[in-house]
C-alpha cells in the first residue's frame, strides 16, 4: 500500500463517495476547482477589494439566461402579437410577472454592476501586469451589456420601448459615412417596425448570448490564466526573498463568500420584482411620440450631449474616451502600484478633485447652455459642424488636457496617478449627464426641476 498523501485537490475531490450525498458533493467541488484554483491568496478573497462585482454580474447573467428561455416560451415577436403576448404574460401565466420581473430588473442592475466592476478594475490596476487582453474583453462585455438592454427594451412593444428605440437607433444616423447602413440593417428599413422587432429578437436571444457565453468564459479563463486576480505585489522580505501571502483553500473560503453573496442578489431581485413589476405602458403608436422621447437611461448622458453639441461631436466625444479606455493598459505601465485603490494618496486626491469639479463643472455648463451661449448665433456664418460641433469638441478635449496637465504639475501626480484623476472625473461626468437627462428634463427636453 501506498503511503503517499492525498493532494489537497484529491481530498476536496472526496474520491471514494461513500453515498449519495458525498457524491452530489463531489460532483459540486470538481465543479467549482474548475473555476477556481484549489487555493486563492488571502488578500484576494476581502470582499471590500472586489466587491463581488464580477461575481454578482455572473449571476445576474446567468439569471437573465434562465428567466430569458423562459419568457421565450410565451413570447411572440410579431408587431400584432407581441404587446398582448407580454400582457398575457403579466395576466394570465402563472408567476409570468415574477418572471418577467426578474429578468427586467436583473438587466438594468447588470448594467450598473458591470459599470461599478469596470470602476472597480481600473482603480485598483487591475488591467497592469499581463491583463491587458481582459480588460480589452471586459470593454466589450460591457457593450455587449448595453447591447442586450437595447435589443431587448423593443421587445413588448409599448409605448416606451417604441419611441426609446426610435430615438436610440436615430442617434446611429450620425455615425458618418457608415451610420445610416447600419441603422438600416438593425431596423431591416428606415424606421422602427416588423422588421425591427423580428431582428433585435433574433439579435437579443440568439446572436448576443452566444457571443457572451463565449467571452465570459474566455474572462473567467484568463482571471485564471493571469494568476487569479490583481493584488498588490508582495513585500521584498528579510534576505532579499520575497515574502509570501498566505493562501487559502477555495473551498470553503471563497466558496462561502461566494454562495452568501449569490443568496442576497437573488433575495434582493426577486424582492424588487415582486413589489415593483416590470414596466407595460399602452400598445406601440408610430404616429403619437410621447413628449419628451427620451432614449433608454443608460443613454441619457449620450441624449444628454446631443442637446449640447452637434451630433458627430456628441458621438465622437465618448468614442473618443472609449478609445483611452482601450488604450489604457498601453499607456500606463507603472506596475508598482497595482492592487491598491487609486493607486495612491496622491491619486486619491486626483481623484477627489476630479469628482468634485465634475460635479460643479457638468451642470454649471449644463445650465449655462441652456440659458445664455448660443454658438451658433455666435458664428453666424460658419457651418454648425464647427460651430456648434468642432468647437464645443476641442474646448472638451482642451478642458481634459488641462486637467490632466494639472494634476501632474500642481499635485505632482505621476502619469498613472493623473489617469485616476481624469478617470474620476469622466465617470462622475457621465453620472451627472445621466441624472439630468433622467430627472432635469421634462416637455421638449427643457430643463425642469423634477420636485
Ligand atoms: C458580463 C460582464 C462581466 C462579467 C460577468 C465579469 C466577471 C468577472 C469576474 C468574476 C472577475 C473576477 C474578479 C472580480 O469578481 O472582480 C473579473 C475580473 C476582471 N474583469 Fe470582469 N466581468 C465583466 C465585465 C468586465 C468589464 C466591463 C471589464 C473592464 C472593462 C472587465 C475587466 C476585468 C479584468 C481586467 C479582470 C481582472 C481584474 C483583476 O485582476 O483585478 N470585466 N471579471
New binding site residues.
Given amino acids: 500500500m501506498s503511503d503517499e498523501k492525498p493532494s489537497l485537490k484529491e481530498r476536496l475531490l472526496f474520491t471514494t463517495p461513500t453515498d449519495d450525498r458525498s457524491r452530489m458533493r463531489a460532483v459540486a467541488n470538481n465543479l467549482i476547482l474548475h473555476l477556481h484554483p484549489t487555493k486563492v491568496p488571502q488578500p484576494a478573497l476581502r470582499f471590500a477589494y472586489?466587491?463581488?462585482?464580477?461575481?454578482?454580474?455572473?449571476v445576474?447573467?446567468l439569471l437573465l439566461i434562465i428567466t430569458g428561455v423562459l419568457l421565450m416560451f410565451r413570447y411572440d415577436a410579431s408587431v400584432e402579437r407581441a404587446y398582448t403576448s407580454i400582457q398575457y404574460l403579466e395576466t394570465q401565466v402563472l408567476f409570468g410577472s415574477l418572471i418577467r420581473g426578474i429578468h427586467h430588473w436583473s438587466a438594468n442592475l447588470?448594467v450598473i454592476t458591470?459599470?461599478l466592476?469596470?470602476i472597480?478594475?481600473?482603480l485598483?490596476?487591475?488591467?497592469k501586469k499581463g491583463?491587458a487582453t481582459?480588460?480589452?474583453?471586459?470593454?466589450v462585455?460591457?457593450l455587449?451589456?448595453v447591447a442586450f438592454n437595447f435589443t431587448g427594451y423593443l421587445l413588448p412593444w409599448d409605448q416606451l420601448a417604441y419611441w426609446a428605440i426610435t430615438v436610440g437607433t436615430s442617434l446611429l444616423g450620425y455615425i458618418p459615412v457608415i451610420g445610416t447602413a447600419i441603422s438600416n440593417f438593425l431596423l431591416a428599413g428606415p424606421e422602427v417596425g416588423q422588421g425591427a422587432l423580428r431582428n433585435f429578437y433574433a439579435i437579443h436571444v440568439a446572436v448576443l448570448p452566444a457571443i457572451?457565453i463565449l467571452?465570459?468564459s474566455y474572462?473567467?479563463w484568463?482571471?485564471r490564466k493571469?494568476g487569479?486576480?490583481?493584488?498588490p505585489e508582495e513585500d521584498g522580505g528579510e534576505d532579499g526573498k520575497r515574502s509570501r501571502v498566505e493562501r487559502l483553500t477555495t473551498i470553503p473560503h471563497l466558496v462561502q463568500i461566494e454562495l452568501a453573496a449569490t443568496a442576497v442578489l437573488l433575495l434582493v431581485v426577486v424582492a424588487w420584482a415582486i413589489f415593483v413589476p416590470a414596466p407595460l405602458e399602452e400598445l406601440a403608436n408610430p404616429s403619437h411620440p410621447p413628449n419628451p422621447a427620451k432614449a433608454a437611461w443608460y443613454f441619457l448622458g449620450l441624449q444628454e450631449l446631443l442637446l449640447h453639441m452637434h451630433p458627430l461631436a456628441a458621438m465622437l466625444l465618448p468614442g473618443i474616451v472609449l478609445g483611452a479606455?482601450v488604450a489604457i493598459p498601453y499607456l500606463d505601465k507603472e506596475d508598482g502600484n497595482i492592487?491598491f485603490y487609486f493607486r495612491s494618496k496622491v491619486g486619491l486626491e486626483t481623484a477627489v478633485v476630479g469628482a468634485i469639479l465634475a460635479l460643479i463643472l457638468v451642470p454649471a455648463l449644463v445650465i449655462i447652455d441652456e440659458q445664455w451661449l448660443d454658438l451658433t448665433a455666435l458664428f453666424p456664418t460658419w457651418p454648425t459642424l464647427i460651430s456648434n460641433g468642432l468647437i464645443p469638441l476641442l474646448l472638451s478635449l482642451g478642458g481634459l488636457a488641462l486637467l490632466y496637465v494639472t494634476f501632474w504639475s500642481a499635485f505632482k501626480a505621476t502619469p498613472s496617478e493623473a489617469s485616476v484623476g481624469l478617470f474620476s472625473f469622466l465617470v462622475v461626468s457621465l453620472i451627472v449627464l445621466t441624472i439630468i437627462g433622467i430627472y432635469f428634463r421634462g416637455a421638449n427636453m427643457a430643463l425642469i426641476w423634477p420636485f
Fill in positions: 472586489t466587491w463581488g462585482l464580477g461575481g454578482i454580474s455572473t445576474l447573467a447588470l458591470v459599470f466592476h469596470m472597480r478594475v481600473f485598483t490596476g487591475g488591467f491583463r481582459n480588460w480589452l474583453i471586459g470593454i462585455l460591457l455587449l451589456v457572451l467571452l465570459m474572462h473567467f484568463k482571471v493571469d487569479g486576480i490583481s493584488q479606455l492592487g
